[in-house]
């Protein structure tokens, strides 16, 4: 026997969908916080930037409020920068964390 609300204007929402809302805890409120997250291989977007150090087609170094953070790639552009989030879109071969401005040095 089927249910007589099923199919009924009720959307049905993924079991991973409702536990990231559910357990999503807005970043903006700590003022000290990095965020970098990478999407796929060619995107990449940092929250908490205070400047940038460095920007090559290869190598994009960002001042961030705790540390610092290469981008490495190819054909890296800074697509956006509001406030103090930066997109990043290109080739991303990798990103690293650094604590100290030698960045530019990583691996």
């Not at 908490?48 to 190819?74: F, P, W």
């Not at 071969?93 to 040095?105: D, G, P, R």
């Given at each position: 026997?089927?249910?007589?609300?099923?199919?009924?204007?009720?959307?049905?929402?993924?079991?991973?969908?409702?536990?990231?809302?559910a357990?999503?805890?807005?970043?903006?409120?700590?003022?000290?916080?990095?965020?970098?997250e990478v999407?796929?291989?060619?995107?990449?977007?940092?929250?908490?930037?205070?400047?940038?150090?460095?920007?090559t087609?290869?190598?994009?170094?960002?001042?961030?409020?705790?540390?610092?953070?290469?981008?490495?790639?190819?054909?890296?552009?800074?697509?956006?920068?509001?406030?103090?989030?930066?997109?990043?879109?290109g080739?991303?071969?990798?990103?690293?964390l650094?604590e100290t401005?030698?960045?530019?040095?990583?691996?």
């Amino acid at each position: 026997m089927q249910s007589a609300n099923k199919g009924r204007g009720r959307r049905h929402i993924p079991l991973s969908q409702r536990l990231h809302e559910a357990l999503d805890f807005p970043l903006e409120g700590f003022a000290n916080v990095t965020r970098v997250e990478v999407l796929g291989k060619n995107e990449a977007v940092a929250e908490g930037c205070e400047s940038v150090l460095i920007y090559t087609a290869d190598s994009i170094v960002l001042r961030m409020r705790k540390g610092y953070v290469r981008i490495a790639g190819r054909d890296l552009e800074m697509e956006s920068l509001i406030g103090d989030r930066i997109t990043v879109r290109g080739i991303i071969h990798a990103v690293y964390l650094c604590e100290t401005e030698k960045a530019e040095a990583a691996p």
